[in-house]
């Protein structure tokens, strides 16, 4: 099992920043973690991923070049540094998880956190 929980959402202008966290817990050993993101009225998209072995990094076009994920190892959790935000990146903001044993199974999900960008 792994536990997420997320951290860090709020409400900023267009163009601010904001940083989300996802600290992992249990004893289940991590394959990818990754964020989604639910906005009103929408279906859940995925937004980044970040491979726990080696780092690599996959992101969804519409944050290509404004949001970076990255990982602490040690401490087990995962950021998202979102930079230039717009009115459209308004949504729930959920951290997922894929277990070594469960590859291609996003089977573990954070409570999820509120982000909202005015205009």
């Known amino acids: 099992q792994v536990q997420l929980v997320e951290s860090g959402g709020g409400l900023v202008q267009a163009g601010d920043s904001l940083r989300l966290s996802c600290a992992a817990s249990?004893?289940?050993?991590?394959?990818?973690m990754g964020w989604f993101r639910r906005a009103p009225g929408k279906e859940r998209e995925f937004v980044a991923r970040?491979?726990?072995?080696?780092?690599?990094?996959y992101y969804a076009d519409s944050v290509k070049g404004r949001f970076t994920i990255s990982r602490d190892n040690a401490k087990t959790t995962v950021y998202l540094q979102m930079n230039s935000l717009k009115p459209e990146d308004t949504a729930v903001y959920y951290c997922?998880?894929?277990?070594?044993?469960?590859?291609?199974?996003?089977?573990?999900w954070g409570q999820g956190t509120q982000v909202t960008v005015s205009s």
């Open positions: 997922a998880a894929q277990s070594t044993v469960g590859v291609g199974r996003w089977d573990y």
């Open positions: 249990g004893r289940t050993a991590i394959y990818t």
């Open positions: 970040i491979m726990w072995s080696g780092g690599r990094t």
